[in-house]
């Protein structure tokens, strides 16, 4: 059976997809060089070699394109632990979750400079990260697995905890076993009784050095 030709209006859809992700991708690494403040939207189409005008086509702000590459950051990642979210207890998944990030930063300093450095002005990272981490806060809440003052105020300390655990890898400050030192700590302050176990669990995603 032959193809059918694709339309001159899928090829031009291609055409804007592979541009919009190549502008991303230079964003990425803009904003992990410089941080989310000092960049123009200038200073990424000449990162990612494209005509000035040629951002605008797809992104009006500044705010709209670091938005754009905080939800591809989760995104990546995201995908990669999904085998997590099958587990069961919400304080493994959260532990599991927080061990990934910084041990990624540490593998990937490029994508951990973006993800710390946005991740000030646009946390959660994406809708996604969002969902996930609210299953978890909620779910470790109500079963009486975790204890805090308020959704948010969990929040907060995992967010907290994990943002600046990826900055002190990043910096060289942290000292081996970082990660599951930090998601340790937080399982601790949730009230956890088994919380050492459960940090240490191993995080078997096959294929990603850095979950070994």
């Not at 001159?8 to 541009?19: D, L, M, Q």
């Not at 308020?150 to 907060?156: K, N, P, R, T, Y």
């Not at 088994?194 to 078997?204: I, K, N, T």
Request: contains cysteine; proline residues 6%.
């Amino acid at each position: 059976m032959i193809a059918k030709p694709a339309s001159r209006a899928e090829i031009g859809h291609a055409r804007r997809a592979r541009t919009r992700a190549r502008l991303v991708g230079a964003a990425t690494q803009v904003f992990a060089r410089l941080g989310p403040d000092a960049p123009a939207l200038e200073d990424v189409a000449h990162a990612a070699g494209v005509a000035r005008g040629t951002i605008y086509n797809h992104f009006d702000t500044r705010e709209a394109l670091l938005k754009a590459v905080a939800i591809e950051a989760a995104e990546v990642i995201g995908l990669e632990i999904l085998p997590l979210r099958a587990w069961r207890d919400p304080a493994a998944r959260l532990a599991a979750t927080l061990r990934c990030y910084i041990r990624r930063a540490g593998a990937e300093p490029e994508w951990g400079w973006a993800v710390v450095r946005i991740a000030f002005v646009a946390a959660p990272l994406g809708t996604g990260m969002t969902q996930d981490l609210g299953q978890d806060l909620r779910e470790g809440l109500e079963s009486g697995r975790f204890s805090a003052a308020s959704m948010q105020a969990a929040a907060d300390i995992v967010l907290g905890a994990g943002i600046l655990g990826m900055r002190a890898v990043l910096r060289g400050e942290a000292p081996p076993g970082h990660a599951e030192g930090v998601a340790l700590a937080v399982l601790r302050a949730f009230g956890v009784a088994d919380a050492e176990a459960v940090a240490g669990l191993p995080l078997a995603l096959p294929g990603l050095p850095w979950a070994e």
